[in-house]
């Protein structure tokens, strides 16, 4: 019983650190829906980017901290890049031809990391190795810097929507688009600043839970699907409800795996996901 309930502690705070990183990938997704009404499908793979990134410069610069600032500058300019090259010129058509658009851009990317780095997975060593005792078990450390990190990434995106100019010009595009071109706002310049900040952020997640796995070149595949149940289920572009669904969905993975394989937790997720569609179809703070 004693090792039920420690199991449970520690998948809790499994779940909770889990929660905080999906909650960087699936705020950019939502921010991205939120403001230019477009479903993402490429999302998953500046996630993946992240993580090569992180793997590339590493071989030969060995400095974690660095890759938190590079890697996501250059995730955000990349992603500011397609937007202009490949998805301008299907913005504010039918949702269609952005989610072809989209799935064919993230196919692409794929394709390439597969052909530069090759189909073998790549592992990087956790920049933090100290272990701390919970209850008589050892928990990593490095876990605790990943919460750190995704917190204060979210915090610091709330600020920069709150508090900024940028931020102000964002939400008043989100509202209305027509009257935010009237009063002088740009939209092209909030689009880049929103695909770039939402790429970033799922780069960041990326990066932070690449030591925790392998880094292969399909990895954003697997996250996304979590992303588009997440977004779904806390309302489409509502990042408060990104963030409560994130880690709704973290300990329902986390804590569902102590009693069931965890192939089954994705599954209770997509139930849970389905439930909640039929009680509340507009997720849990979007309005009716």
């Known amino acids: 019983m004693e090792q039920l309930w420690t199991q449970l502690a520690l998948q809790s705070i499994n779940g909770f650190v889990l929660g905080m990183n999906l909650a960087l990938i699936a705020s950019g997704l939502a921010l991205i829906f939120g403001v230019m009404d477009v479903v993402n499908f490429a999302h998953g793979e500046f996630y993946m980017l992240g993580a090569y990134l992180t793997w590339l410069i590493m071989q030969f610069i060995p400095s974690f901290a660095l890759n938190l600032v590079v890697a996501p500058i250059i995730v955000s300019a990349l992603g500011i890049v397609i937007l202009y090259a490949l998805l301008k010129s299907v ?122 796995t392998t880094v292969y070149h399909t990895m954003g595949i697997d996250i996304l699907l979590l992303a588009f149940i997440i977004v779904v289920v806390g309302g489409m572009g509502s990042l408060k409800g990104a963030l409560i669904a994130s880690l709704l969905i973290g300990e329902v993975q986390a804590v569902g795996s102590i009693f069931i394989k965890p192939t089954y937790a994705f599954i209770l997720c997509q139930i849970l996901l389905m439930v909640i569609l039929l009680v509340r179809p507009q997720g849990i703070l979007e309005k009716r």
Not at 162 to 188: C, F, N, V
Request: hydrophobic content about 55%; aromatic content about 12%; charged content about 15%.
């Open 91 to 212: 913005l504010g058509k039918k949702a269609i031809y952005t989610l072809l658009a989209t799935y064919g851009i993230g196919m692409a990317l794929r394709e390439l990391v597969l052909i530069f780095f090759g189909g073998t997975s790549k592992s990087i060593q956790p920049p933090i190795e100290t272990k701390i005792t919970i209850l008589t078990m050892e928990y990593s450390l490095y876990r605790f810097f990943i919460l750190i990190c995704s917190l204060l990434v979210i915090v610091g995106l709330w600020l920069f929507l709150k508090k900024s100019k940028y931020g102000l010009w964002i939400r008043a595009t989100a509202q209305d688009h027509e009257m935010a071109a009237a009063i002088g706002i740009s939209r092209p310049l909030i689009y880049a600043i929103v695909f770039g900040v939402g790429s970033g952020m799922a780069s960041i997640a990326g990066i932070l839970m690449a030591p925790l």
